[in-house]
């Protein structure tokens, strides 16, 4: 049974789940019955940080044109993009290897942002159910989730969650903070 997270709730992920080896992170949502004249792509990024809370360098931007994170484990891998976010479940996924993250990683946020979301009038407002959750990649268990429930009617950038080393532990924050502005305003929280 998965554990239910709500906003700003952490978890220590040997907890949730003892021997937790890798796990895929899963984004999923619903477009409303709006018609902006597009379709919604929208799109994952999951930000490598260091110590400093700082991008360890472009490379640890991991998404859909850099879909492996630098080391030579790739710890981090972007499954793919979908340009449309149709059918059901998971929308986009990144698979993370616990035991073959660098030590110099200490931080790991996923972000969805909307493609071209000023061009095309569209924001998070218009998105349901959206949701991010923890999968064990052995057991195909799902181990949290968390169920963005706000109404982000400004907002083209969402952190969605932060899975973070503390004390050699990795824990997971439901963090569920949008931004304006898109991929670029997270870009200017987390570059040097």
Same mark, same amino acid.
Request: net charge negative; glycine share 8%.
């Given at each position: ?95 993370? $290897? !616990?035991?073959? =993250?660098? /030590?110099?990683?200490?931080? @790991? &946020?996923? %972000?969805? *942002?909307?493609? +071209? ?5 569209? $924001? !998070?407002?218009? =998105?349901? /159910?959206?949701?991010?959750? @923890? &999968?064990? %990649?052995? *057991?195909?268990? +799902? ?50």
């Amino acid at each position: 049974m998965a554990i239910s997270l709500s906003k700003g709730q952490r978890i220590s992920l040997e907890k949730a789940s003892p021997g937790l080896k890798a796990a895929f992170v899963g984004l999923g949502w619903d477009v409303k019955q709006v018609d902006t004249g597009t379709d919604f792509d929208i799109d994952c990024s999951v930000f490598l940080l260091g110590e400093n809370e700082k991008l360890l360098s472009d490379s640890h931007l991991i998404f859909y044109n850099n879909l492996k994170s630098p080391d030579p484990d790739n710890s981090v891998e972007h499954m793919g993009d979908n340009l449309t976010g149709a059918g059901e479940g998971d929308d986009e996924v990144v698979l993370v $290897n !616990f035991t073959k =993250i660098p /030590n110099e990683v200490k931080k @790991l &946020v996923f %972000v969805v *942002t909307i493609h +071209e979301a000023d061009k095309r009038s569209q $924001n !998070f407002g218009q =998105i349901d /159910n959206a949701f991010v959750r @923890l &999968v064990d %990649v052995q *057991t195909k268990a +799902e181990i949290l989730r968390y169920d963005l429930t706000e109404d982000y009617s400004i907002e083209t950038a969402l952190i969605t969650a932060e899975i973070y080393n503390k004390d050699g532990e990795w824990r997971m924050t439901a963090v569920g903070s949008g931004y304006q502005g898109g991929l670029q305003a997270i870009l200017n929280r987390y570059s040097n």
